[in-house]
Protein backbone atom coordinates (compact mmCIF):
# COMPACT_ATOMS: atom_id res chain seq x y z
CA UNK A 1 0.00 0.00 0.00
CA UNK A 2 1.20 3.49 -0.38
CA UNK A 3 1.72 5.86 2.82
CA UNK A 4 0.37 9.33 1.74
CA UNK A 5 2.71 11.87 3.43
CA UNK A 6 2.71 15.07 4.20
CA UNK A 7 6.10 17.30 3.11
CA UNK A 8 7.07 21.20 3.73
CA UNK A 9 6.63 21.89 0.32
CA UNK A 10 3.89 20.00 -1.46
CA UNK A 11 1.91 16.48 -1.35
CA UNK A 12 3.54 13.27 -2.56
CA UNK A 13 2.65 9.55 -3.06
CA UNK A 14 5.43 7.09 -1.92
CA UNK A 15 5.26 3.26 -2.84
CA UNK A 16 7.05 0.11 -4.02
CA UNK A 17 6.72 0.87 -7.24
CA UNK A 18 5.98 4.64 -7.72
CA UNK A 19 9.00 7.47 -7.27
CA UNK A 20 8.22 10.65 -6.25
CA UNK A 21 10.01 13.74 -6.47
CA UNK A 22 9.19 16.35 -4.09
CA UNK A 23 7.70 19.61 -5.69
CA UNK A 24 8.36 22.94 -4.46
CA UNK A 25 6.18 25.73 -5.02
CA UNK A 26 8.23 29.02 -5.98
CA UNK A 27 6.43 31.88 -4.21
CA UNK A 28 6.69 35.46 -4.90
CA UNK A 29 7.42 38.27 -2.50
CA UNK A 30 4.57 40.34 -2.06
CA UNK A 31 4.21 43.33 -4.56
CA UNK A 32 6.14 41.22 -7.48
CA UNK A 33 3.07 40.74 -9.46
CA UNK A 34 2.35 44.90 -9.88
CA UNK A 35 5.90 45.77 -10.52
CA UNK A 36 6.13 43.67 -13.82
CA UNK A 37 2.75 45.24 -14.62
CA UNK A 38 4.02 48.29 -14.13
CA UNK A 39 7.14 47.70 -16.26
CA UNK A 40 4.60 46.60 -18.82
CA UNK A 41 3.18 49.77 -19.09
CA UNK A 42 6.20 51.70 -18.62
CA UNK A 43 7.35 50.01 -21.76
CA UNK A 44 4.15 50.95 -23.52
CA UNK A 45 4.62 54.21 -22.78
CA UNK A 46 8.06 54.61 -24.05
CA UNK A 47 7.38 53.32 -26.98
CA UNK A 48 4.58 55.57 -27.78
CA UNK A 49 6.44 58.57 -26.51
CA UNK A 50 9.40 57.26 -29.29
CA UNK A 51 6.85 57.27 -31.78
CA UNK A 52 5.70 60.91 -30.99
CA UNK A 53 9.22 61.85 -30.98
CA UNK A 54 9.67 60.43 -34.53
CA UNK A 55 6.28 62.13 -35.75
CA UNK A 56 7.04 65.61 -34.59
CA UNK A 57 10.91 65.36 -35.95
CA UNK A 58 9.55 64.35 -39.00
CA UNK A 59 6.99 67.67 -38.94
CA UNK A 60 9.75 70.06 -38.17
CA UNK A 61 11.70 68.64 -40.79
CA UNK A 62 9.38 69.13 -43.50
CA UNK A 63 8.40 72.75 -41.91
CA UNK A 64 12.10 73.12 -42.44
CA UNK A 65 11.88 72.36 -46.14
CA UNK A 66 8.44 74.10 -46.72
CA UNK A 67 10.41 77.32 -45.19
CA UNK A 68 13.37 76.69 -47.79
CA UNK A 69 11.37 76.68 -50.76
CA UNK A 70 9.74 80.03 -49.79
CA UNK A 71 12.66 81.60 -48.50
CA UNK A 72 13.90 80.64 -51.86
CA UNK A 73 11.57 82.11 -53.91
CA UNK A 74 10.92 85.30 -52.28
CA UNK A 75 14.83 85.77 -52.62
CA UNK A 76 14.83 84.85 -56.23
CA UNK A 77 11.87 87.34 -57.08
CA UNK A 78 13.39 90.40 -55.07
CA UNK A 79 16.17 89.05 -56.98
CA UNK A 80 14.76 89.65 -59.82
CA UNK A 81 13.33 92.74 -59.16
CA UNK A 82 16.22 94.16 -58.37
CA UNK A 83 18.04 93.21 -61.27
CA UNK A 84 14.98 94.40 -64.09
CA UNK A 85 14.26 90.66 -65.18
CA UNK A 86 10.54 89.30 -65.21
CA UNK A 87 10.41 85.17 -64.57
CA UNK A 88 9.19 83.52 -67.89
CA UNK A 89 6.24 81.91 -66.22
CA UNK A 90 4.35 84.72 -65.14
CA UNK A 91 1.44 86.25 -66.49
CA UNK A 92 1.58 90.62 -66.09
CA UNK A 93 -2.44 90.97 -66.17
CA UNK A 94 -1.64 94.77 -67.53
CA UNK A 95 -0.49 93.19 -70.37
CA UNK A 96 -3.55 91.60 -71.67
CA UNK A 97 -7.02 93.21 -72.11
CA UNK A 98 -9.22 90.59 -70.19
CA UNK A 99 -9.37 86.59 -70.53
CA UNK A 100 -12.76 84.68 -71.03
CA UNK A 101 -13.90 81.59 -69.79
CA UNK A 102 -14.82 79.26 -72.60
CA UNK A 103 -16.94 76.03 -71.73
CA UNK A 104 -17.39 72.89 -73.38
CA UNK A 105 -20.29 70.87 -74.30
CA UNK A 106 -20.45 67.58 -76.19
CA UNK A 107 -22.97 64.66 -76.32
CA UNK A 108 -20.83 61.18 -77.19
CA UNK A 109 -22.23 59.45 -80.45
CA UNK A 110 -24.83 56.53 -79.95
CA UNK A 111 -22.89 52.71 -80.02
CA UNK A 112 -25.84 52.37 -82.39
CA UNK A 113 -24.25 53.90 -85.13
CA UNK A 114 -21.97 50.99 -85.44
CA UNK A 115 -24.08 48.26 -84.98
CA UNK A 116 -23.39 46.74 -88.15
CA UNK A 117 -19.37 46.75 -87.85
CA UNK A 118 -19.47 45.34 -84.54
CA UNK A 119 -19.52 41.83 -85.54
CA UNK A 120 -16.11 42.44 -87.14
CA UNK A 121 -13.21 41.93 -84.23
CA UNK A 122 -11.01 44.40 -86.55
CA UNK A 123 -13.39 46.82 -87.14
CA UNK A 124 -14.28 46.52 -82.72
CA UNK A 125 -10.87 46.86 -81.50
CA UNK A 126 -10.29 50.43 -83.85
CA UNK A 127 -14.06 51.63 -82.71
CA UNK A 128 -12.43 51.85 -78.87
CA UNK A 129 -11.58 55.51 -79.79
CA UNK A 130 -14.67 56.87 -80.79
CA UNK A 131 -17.14 54.23 -77.92
CA UNK A 132 -14.78 55.27 -75.32
CA UNK A 133 -15.25 59.02 -76.03
CA UNK A 134 -17.95 59.47 -73.18
CA UNK A 135 -16.39 63.41 -72.72
CA UNK A 136 -15.03 67.01 -73.96
CA UNK A 137 -11.07 66.52 -73.03
CA UNK A 138 -11.52 69.33 -70.73
CA UNK A 139 -14.58 71.49 -69.05
CA UNK A 140 -13.54 74.80 -69.48
CA UNK A 141 -11.06 76.95 -70.68
CA UNK A 142 -9.69 80.24 -69.78
CA UNK A 143 -8.74 81.82 -73.65
CA UNK A 144 -6.50 85.22 -73.91
CA UNK A 145 -9.17 87.52 -75.50
CA UNK A 146 -5.90 89.04 -77.65
CA UNK A 147 -5.31 85.67 -79.10
CA UNK A 148 -8.54 86.02 -80.79
CA UNK A 149 -7.35 89.22 -82.95
CA UNK A 150 -5.79 86.35 -85.17
CA UNK A 151 -9.18 85.83 -86.55
CA UNK A 152 -9.70 89.93 -88.01
CA UNK A 153 -8.57 90.24 -91.73
CA UNK A 154 -5.39 91.40 -92.23
CA UNK A 155 -6.25 94.45 -93.77
CA UNK A 156 -8.51 95.73 -90.69
CA UNK A 157 -12.05 95.42 -90.47
CA UNK A 158 -13.00 98.49 -92.63
CA UNK A 159 -14.26 95.80 -95.29
CA UNK A 160 -18.08 95.43 -95.90
CA UNK A 161 -20.23 93.27 -93.93
CA UNK A 162 -20.45 90.13 -96.51
CA UNK A 163 -16.25 90.29 -96.92
CA UNK A 164 -14.71 86.60 -96.80
CA UNK A 165 -11.17 86.18 -96.14
CA UNK A 166 -9.11 82.62 -95.56
CA UNK A 167 -7.67 81.84 -92.08
CA UNK A 168 -5.20 79.37 -93.19
CA UNK A 169 -3.77 78.58 -96.57
CA UNK A 170 -4.93 75.60 -98.76
CA UNK A 171 -2.44 73.09 -97.85
CA UNK A 172 -4.04 70.04 -99.04
CA UNK A 173 -5.09 70.60 -102.65
CA UNK A 174 -2.32 69.04 -103.95
CA UNK A 175 -0.84 66.50 -101.32
CA UNK A 176 -2.13 62.91 -100.92
CA UNK A 177 -2.84 62.68 -97.14
CA UNK A 178 -2.15 59.74 -95.85
CA UNK A 179 -4.86 58.16 -92.86
CA UNK A 180 -2.12 56.07 -91.08
CA UNK A 181 -0.81 58.65 -88.39
CA UNK A 182 -1.71 59.06 -85.02
CA UNK A 183 -0.24 62.35 -83.55
CA UNK A 184 -0.79 65.85 -85.08
CA UNK A 185 1.87 68.32 -86.40
CA UNK A 186 1.96 71.09 -83.40
CA UNK A 187 0.76 74.41 -84.81
CA UNK A 188 2.61 77.35 -86.27
CA UNK A 189 1.08 80.74 -86.31
CA UNK A 190 -0.93 82.55 -84.14
CA UNK A 191 -4.01 81.24 -85.71
CA UNK A 192 -3.45 77.77 -85.95
CA UNK A 193 -2.40 77.65 -81.86
CA UNK A 194 -5.83 79.52 -81.17
CA UNK A 195 -8.04 77.07 -83.66
CA UNK A 196 -5.36 73.94 -82.15
CA UNK A 197 -6.46 75.18 -78.42
CA UNK A 198 -9.45 75.56 -78.88
CA UNK A 199 -10.44 72.10 -80.81
CA UNK A 200 -7.95 70.47 -77.61
CA UNK A 201 -10.55 71.34 -75.54
CA UNK A 202 -12.87 68.32 -76.95
CA UNK A 203 -9.88 65.42 -77.88
CA UNK A 204 -6.09 66.20 -77.20
CA UNK A 205 -5.70 64.93 -80.90
CA UNK A 206 -6.66 67.60 -83.54
CA UNK A 207 -5.59 67.44 -86.97
CA UNK A 208 -6.02 71.67 -88.70
CA UNK A 209 -5.36 70.38 -92.21
CA UNK A 210 -4.99 66.49 -92.28
CA UNK A 211 -6.88 65.60 -95.02
CA UNK A 212 -10.03 67.79 -95.75
CA UNK A 213 -10.51 69.78 -92.91
CA UNK A 214 -10.22 70.07 -89.08
CA UNK A 215 -10.51 66.65 -87.32
CA UNK A 216 -9.23 64.53 -84.80
CA UNK A 217 -7.67 60.74 -84.88
CA UNK A 218 -9.31 59.11 -81.39
CA UNK A 219 -6.57 56.67 -81.06
CA UNK A 220 -3.12 55.42 -80.50
CA UNK A 221 -1.01 52.48 -81.21
CA UNK A 222 -1.52 49.24 -81.20
CA UNK A 223 -5.12 50.23 -82.13
CA UNK A 224 -5.40 51.51 -86.72
CA UNK A 225 -6.09 54.81 -87.06
CA UNK A 226 -9.60 56.35 -86.45
CA UNK A 227 -10.75 59.76 -88.04
CA UNK A 228 -13.57 61.59 -86.28
CA UNK A 229 -14.47 64.68 -88.99
CA UNK A 230 -17.50 67.23 -87.73
CA UNK A 231 -19.30 68.22 -90.97
CA UNK A 232 -18.01 71.65 -89.80
CA UNK A 233 -17.48 74.56 -87.10
CA UNK A 234 -19.87 77.38 -87.15
CA UNK A 235 -18.67 80.00 -84.92
CA UNK A 236 -19.66 83.53 -83.78
CA UNK A 237 -17.41 86.19 -82.03
CA UNK A 238 -17.94 89.30 -80.94
CA UNK A 239 -14.71 91.43 -80.51
CA UNK A 240 -13.49 94.98 -80.25
CA UNK A 241 -11.27 95.67 -82.50
CA UNK A 242 -9.55 98.30 -80.34
CA UNK A 243 -8.20 96.69 -77.27
CA UNK A 244 -9.44 93.10 -78.80
CA UNK A 245 -12.08 92.95 -76.19
CA UNK A 246 -14.17 89.82 -76.75
CA UNK A 247 -17.74 90.19 -75.66
CA UNK A 248 -18.79 86.72 -76.95
CA UNK A 249 -17.49 83.70 -78.49
CA UNK A 250 -18.91 80.60 -79.30
CA UNK A 251 -18.17 77.33 -81.82
CA UNK A 252 -20.46 74.58 -82.85
CA UNK A 253 -20.82 71.57 -85.25
CA UNK A 254 -23.83 72.54 -86.76
CA UNK A 255 -27.05 70.25 -86.34
CA UNK A 256 -29.76 71.02 -88.42
CA UNK A 257 -29.10 68.35 -91.17
CA UNK A 258 -29.32 64.70 -90.21
CA UNK A 259 -26.16 63.84 -91.01
CA UNK A 260 -22.97 65.56 -89.52
CA UNK A 261 -20.02 63.58 -88.58
CA UNK A 262 -18.47 61.56 -91.32
CA UNK A 263 -15.78 58.39 -89.40
CA UNK A 264 -13.47 56.39 -91.04
CA UNK A 265 -11.04 53.80 -89.85
CA UNK A 266 -8.45 51.54 -90.85
CA UNK A 267 -8.72 47.85 -89.64
CA UNK A 268 -5.34 46.98 -91.53
CA UNK A 269 -2.35 48.21 -92.73
CA UNK A 270 -3.52 49.04 -96.37
CA UNK A 271 -5.67 51.96 -96.68
CA UNK A 272 -7.34 51.10 -100.09
CA UNK A 273 -8.60 48.00 -98.56
CA UNK A 274 -8.67 48.17 -94.95
CA UNK A 275 -10.80 51.61 -94.44
CA UNK A 276 -14.38 51.26 -93.04
CA UNK A 277 -16.87 54.78 -93.52
CA UNK A 278 -19.97 55.46 -91.91
CA UNK A 279 -21.57 58.94 -91.63
CA UNK A 280 -23.80 59.34 -88.47
CA UNK A 281 -24.92 62.47 -86.28
CA UNK A 282 -23.82 64.42 -83.02
CA UNK A 283 -26.06 66.36 -80.88
CA UNK A 284 -23.69 68.63 -79.46
CA UNK A 285 -20.31 69.48 -79.70
CA UNK A 286 -20.04 73.22 -79.09
CA UNK A 287 -17.22 75.64 -76.77
CA UNK A 288 -18.95 79.19 -75.81
CA UNK A 289 -18.08 81.53 -73.24
CA UNK A 290 -20.65 81.98 -70.34
CA UNK A 291 -24.44 83.78 -70.63
CA UNK A 292 -26.36 84.67 -73.91
CA UNK A 293 -25.28 87.81 -75.72
CA UNK A 294 -28.48 89.53 -77.31
CA UNK A 295 -27.48 91.10 -80.42
CA UNK A 296 -30.14 93.92 -79.76
CA UNK A 297 -27.14 95.03 -76.76
CA UNK A 298 -25.05 96.15 -79.40
CA UNK A 299 -25.87 99.24 -81.96
CA UNK A 300 -24.47 97.70 -85.37
CA UNK A 301 -23.96 100.55 -87.77
CA UNK A 302 -23.98 97.41 -90.89
CA UNK A 303 -24.63 93.96 -90.86
CA UNK A 304 -26.10 91.23 -92.43
CA UNK A 305 -27.69 88.03 -91.84
CA UNK A 306 -26.71 84.72 -90.77
CA UNK A 307 -27.91 82.77 -93.37
CA UNK A 308 -26.41 85.33 -96.34
CA UNK A 309 -23.42 85.09 -94.52
CA UNK A 310 -23.70 81.41 -94.73
CA UNK A 311 -24.72 80.74 -97.87
CA UNK A 312 -21.83 83.36 -98.80
CA UNK A 313 -18.91 80.93 -97.32
CA UNK A 314 -20.29 77.61 -98.93
CA UNK A 315 -20.37 79.44 -102.35
CA UNK A 316 -16.51 80.73 -101.48
CA UNK A 317 -15.46 77.30 -100.48
CA UNK A 318 -17.53 75.29 -102.38
CA UNK A 319 -17.36 75.59 -106.10
CA UNK A 320 -20.58 73.32 -106.32
CA UNK A 321 -22.82 75.72 -104.51
CA UNK A 322 -22.12 78.18 -107.22
CA UNK A 323 -25.65 76.76 -108.56
CA UNK A 324 -28.53 77.20 -107.23
CA UNK A 325 -30.09 73.74 -105.82
CA UNK A 326 -33.71 73.32 -104.69
CA UNK A 327 -35.65 70.26 -103.70
CA UNK A 328 -37.32 68.39 -106.35
CA UNK A 329 -40.68 69.98 -105.63
CA UNK A 330 -39.40 73.73 -105.98
CA UNK A 331 -37.23 72.66 -108.80
CA UNK A 332 -39.98 71.24 -110.92
CA UNK A 333 -42.29 74.78 -110.48
CA UNK A 334 -38.93 76.78 -111.37
CA UNK A 335 -38.26 74.31 -114.46
CA UNK A 336 -42.05 74.49 -115.91
CA UNK A 337 -41.66 78.21 -115.18
CA UNK A 338 -38.72 79.08 -117.49
CA UNK A 339 -39.21 75.97 -119.95
CA UNK A 340 -36.41 73.93 -118.76
CA UNK A 341 -35.31 69.69 -118.06
CA UNK A 342 -35.09 69.32 -114.46
CA UNK A 343 -31.74 67.59 -113.50
CA UNK A 344 -32.27 65.18 -110.06
CA UNK A 345 -28.87 64.57 -108.01
CA UNK A 346 -29.81 61.13 -105.88
CA UNK A 347 -27.39 61.94 -102.57
CA UNK A 348 -26.34 59.54 -99.60
CA UNK A 349 -27.67 62.39 -97.26
CA UNK A 350 -27.54 66.19 -97.62
CA UNK A 351 -25.96 68.23 -100.53
CA UNK A 352 -23.31 70.48 -98.65
CA UNK A 353 -20.89 70.15 -96.07
CA UNK A 354 -21.99 68.21 -93.31
CA UNK A 355 -22.78 65.16 -95.28
CA UNK A 356 -19.07 65.51 -95.74
Known amino acids: ?30 G ?12 GEREMHQIDQNSNRKALYLFIILLGVCVSTLLYFWFLQ ?17 V ?38 VSWSWVRSRSFGALLPAGGISAEPGYVWKLLPDTTSNNFMFSNKYVPPPPSGPVEELLFHLLSLFHPQPFLQSRVHAEFQLNTPPRW ?28 VPTDKP ?3 DLEWLTGPNEDEDMEVTITFIREMSAKTAGPVSSSAFTWTQQIQEEESLMLLEKELYQFMQVEY ?23 GVLGDQSC
Not at 108 to 134: C, M, N, Y
Request: without cysteine; hydrophobic residues 40%; charged residues 20%.
Open 225 to 252: PLWFTPAAFIGRLIINATDLDVKFFSLH
Open 100 to 137: ITVYTNFTPLQPSAFLSFIDSEKSRQTLHGVLSWKMAA
Open 259 to 261: LNV
Open 32 to 43: TENEEHSKGQTR
Open 1 to 30: MAELRKRRYDVAFEGENVEVLPVERTVMPK
Open 326 to 348: HNFTEAYRAASYQGQPVHSLVLW
Open 82 to 98: QNGFTPVWTWDPSSEPS
